[in-house]
């Protein structure tokens, strides 16, 4: 089974800056997709971004493009969120997560593995 470890996650004042990466502990490693989501207290585990393993493709929630960018290096099995101009509404667990199969990225189902999550707190 594959392990995901998040790390980058911390403490930012509104308009700053967080690199999150999210590493695969395996050696053969082949998603089909690789994605984040956040999930604030008592709200839903919501997508954040997306991006598809073998031609790069990324997918972005709405409200968030344009803001956070994601990005991969398959020789690292790994996958990154650059989140930019932080807002305190930005605050919560991200989770990093691996799609082994095809399906809709936007969603949590499509998910096989998760990792443990990294809380990014904005707060002045």
């Known amino acids: 089974q594959v392990q995901l470890v998040e790390s980058g996650g911390g403490l930012v004042p509104p308009g700053g800056s967080l690199r999150l990466a999210c590493v695969a502990s395996?050696?053969?490693?082949?998603?089909?997709?690789m994605g984040w989501f956040r999930q604030a207290p008592g709200k839903e585990r919501v997508f954040v971004a997306a991006?598809?393993?073998?031609?790069?493709?990324?997918y972005y929630a709405d409200s968030l493009k344009g803001r956070f960018t994601i990005s991969r290096d398959n020789s690292k099995n790994s996958v990154y969120l650059q989140m930019n101009s932080l807002k305190p509404e930005d605050t919560a667990v991200y989770y990093c997560?691996?799609?082994?199969?095809?399906?809709?990225?936007?969603?949590?189902?499509?998910?096989?593995?998760w990792g443990q999550g990294t809380q990014v707190t904005v707060s002045s």
């Open positions: 395996r050696r053969t490693f082949s998603p089909y997709a």
């Open positions: 997560a691996a799609a082994m199969a095809s399906g809709l990225l936007t969603t949590p189902p499509l998910y096989d593995y």
């Open positions: 991006i598809d393993w073998s031609a790069s493709r990324t």
